[in-house]
């Protein structure tokens, strides 16, 4: 099967990150980039099918230079090739934008690779904006099936069997391929790089595709807030159980919590 | 302040680092308690490769420098200093045969370590410490064999090892002279473990008694020549002192880091005590010894790769490192206060793990006297 996994670099979600106080943007120096997590898991889960079933994982990116080194990253844990889009302004562009990038680029892979992909995976969001959408917009632009919140897939007679996450339970389904499922953390842990395939992965070729020119956003981010401080508790000190009861109950009534 | 590194250490930096804070920095307190042998976590390891960074390019290992191995090591031994000590003594037994071993040794032993297999150097016996040449174990030839016969104690790996190299008398009568090296594989007959060790420090890492009866094995497994024993001895110890000194300087900066953040974290007096100009200068001490000890270990390793002399250095760096993490762990203990002589917390350890380290590889008197033969002369 001919896998491909769309691969976003964010920064390390294990940093807390405040606002810088001048720009009013993220202060993100210092802080190291990653792989978003959910691509990591729908790596693995890419992986854990080649492993089974054979066939080949693209992983494909749209960034600057520096994306280059979370895309050897993913060529050491399972990835066999890996394409960068060079759009330094990525950040800039919606969600939509980024999928059409994303079609234009599948196209392009596919004809350099002279065969089209059968299973597209996204992770479900990203951990810095998390908009949730990106895959979603992929299957609409490239009038594919879309699975989202997936936390398994296994191949079946004429498609694949995906095992969805939904807020009650699971939902198990089938899709005709080729389709793009997005992935939700599932039951096991990205495997580490090792020293012998980041050695190697560090000497493999990243090929570069190029942007879409003059792509306009649908929607533009007019200001980004940091999320509010935890305002200090209220104290309850009654003389006796019931009195404090009695307080507490009532402060909550005044918050509305009932 | 780190060791200067390559861009391709550099990255495979960030990987240990996630791997030892993830699976051996937690995990290794529990068998710290134990003293058992934490066979999982070095499965982990070894499918890694961690315990291939030494295999030299030719033989399949990666083609790291020196120093961009010792960045790694210390972050290993930030984690856990057994843990390390476990993955460098592998590299301290191949030693032995990269620097006298045929060519059929080498490819062998560097098999073994690549598909995930520990050495063990065995030198030491009961009666013979500092004094390597007193040795009682013998090696008698026979025909195309040799047979092995004695007793060698507080060997690293020494029950988890995949092969062994042993000195042995080949001649008694020649003293030093007389002693040669030999390669032992694993489930060889005869050789066989005694007792382990229950440790003070670094108790990830496995130490026993290993004990040679009648242990035969193909004339081949002789390393270098007959009575170039204690040489080859001699010059794998100088090599893997640094080493020894590289972890040393893990200690200390594990030391640094933890005192910090609980420097930070214990309030006293309304302020985190670190605001304390007292406590600020026992941290800038502890970062000068360390820093130093860490550039000496570089500097050490650089003149390896680098094809010069290295003895000299090579024992300040083990002395100096391990004397300073000795240091540093007890200023760690004593920034904690009262909670760095508990056991709940990570520093105490800290002062058991570095102690080892002044006395294998050669104590740090032994050290002295290296340092001493190579300024003084004789």
Redesign the interface.
């Known amino acids: 099967m001919e896998l491909l996994v769309c691969i976003k670099q964010v920064p390390d979600d294990s940093v807390e990150i405040s606002l810088d106080p001048v720009s009013k943007t993220p202060a993100l120096q210092g802080v190291?980039p990653v792989v978003n997590a959910f691509d990591t898991y729908a790596l693995e889960m890419a992986a854990r099918l080649k492993e089974a079933h054979g066939g080949e994982i693209t992983v494909v990116s749209i960034g600057g230079e520096d994306v280059k080194?979370s895309l050897?990253n993913c060529l050491a844990v399972g990835a066999d090739n890996a394409y960068l889009v060079k759009e330094e302004a990525a950040f800039s562009h919606d969600p939509a934008g980024i999928a059409k990038t994303l079609k234009k680029a599948i196209g392009e892979i596919e004809k350099d690779r002279g065969k089209p992909f059968d299973l597209i995976f996204c992770g479900k969001e990203s951990t810095d904006y998390a908009s949730s959408q990106v895959g979603l917009f992929l299957g609409e632009e490239s009038s594919l099936p879309v699975a989202a919140n997936v936390i398994s897939v296994e191949p079946v007679e004429g498609g694949i069997k995906l095992k969805q996450e939904t807020e009650e339970g699971y939902r198990v389904m089938e899709a005709a391929l080729p389709c793009v499922v997005t992935i939700q953390k599932p039951n096991y842990d990205p495997r580490?790089?090792?020293?012998?395939s980041?050695?190697a992965a560090?000497k493999k070729e990243i090929t570069e595709l190029s942007p879409i020119e003059n792509l306009e956003s649908q929607f533009k981010v007019l200001q980004i807030l940091e999320p509010p401080k935890r305002a200090a508790g209220v104290k309850i000190k009654g003389d006796n159980i019931q009195e404090a009861v009695t307080e507490a109950m009532s402060v909550m009534t005044k918050a509305r919590i009932f | 302040m780190a060791y200067l590194i390559s861009e391709e250490a550099q990255d495979l930096l960030q990987d240990v680092k996630n791997f030892c804070e993830k699976e051996v920095k937690e995990p290794c307190k529990e068998f710290d308690v134990s003293g058992e042998w934490p066979k999982e976590i070095y499965e982990k390891a070894f499918e890694q490769g961690y315990q291939a960074l030494e295999v030299p390019e030719e033989y399949g290992g990666p083609g790291l420098s020196r120093v961009d191995v010792a960045a790694l090591i210390e972050q290993m031994a930030i984690a856990d200093a057994g843990f390390a000590t476990t993955i460098s003594a592998s590299g301290l037994a191949l030693k032995p045969v990269l620097i006298a071993g045929s060519e059929a040794q080498k490819e062998r032993v560097c098999e073994l370590v690549l598909e995930g297999g520990l050495g063990a150097f065995c030198l030491t016996e009961p009666g013979a410490g500092s004094d390597a040449g007193a040795g009682k174990t013998t090696a008698v030839k026979d025909g195309d064999s040799y047979v092995l016969n004695g007793r060698k104690c507080f060997i690293t790996n020494g029950g988890v090892a995949a092969f062994y190299c042993v000195t042995a008398m080949t001649d008694k009568t020649k003293g030093v002279k007389g002693m040669s090296m030999f390669l032992i594989e694993a489930g060889t007959p005869g050789l066989s473990t005694g007792k382990e060790e229950n440790k003070m420090g670094i108790r990830t890492s496995n130490t026993c008694d290993v004990v040679l009866e009648d242990v035969r094995i193909p004339a081949s497994n002789l390393i270098g020549e007959e009575g170039k024993g204690f040489s080859i001895a001699m010059k794998t110890l100088d090599q893997a002192r640094t080493w020894m000194g590289c972890i040393a300087a893990g200690i200390a900066q594990r030391g640094i880091d933890e005192a910090i953040s609980y420097g930070k974290e214990r309030i006293q007096f309304g302020n985190p005590v670190i605001k304390n100009q007292g406590l600020q200068f026992k941290v800038a001490d502890m970062q000068i010894k360390t820093e130093t000890a860490r550039q000496m270990v570089a500097h050490a390793l650089t003149r390896m790769d680098l094809g010069l002399t290295y003895t000299m250095e090579s024992a300040i760096a083990k002395c100096y490192a391990s004397d300073i993490a000795m240091e540093v762990a007890s200023e760690a203990i004593q920034i904690f206060g009262g909670y760095g002589y508990s056991r709940e917390y990570p520093v105490e350890k800290l002062l058991r793990d570095a102690k080892i380290f002044q006395i294998f590889e050669g104590t740090n008197e032994i050290q002295r006297i290296v340092i001493a033969n190579n300024i003084i002369g004789r």
Do not use: A, D
């Open positions: 190291t080194n050897k580490y790089p090792t020293i012998k980041k050695m560090r």
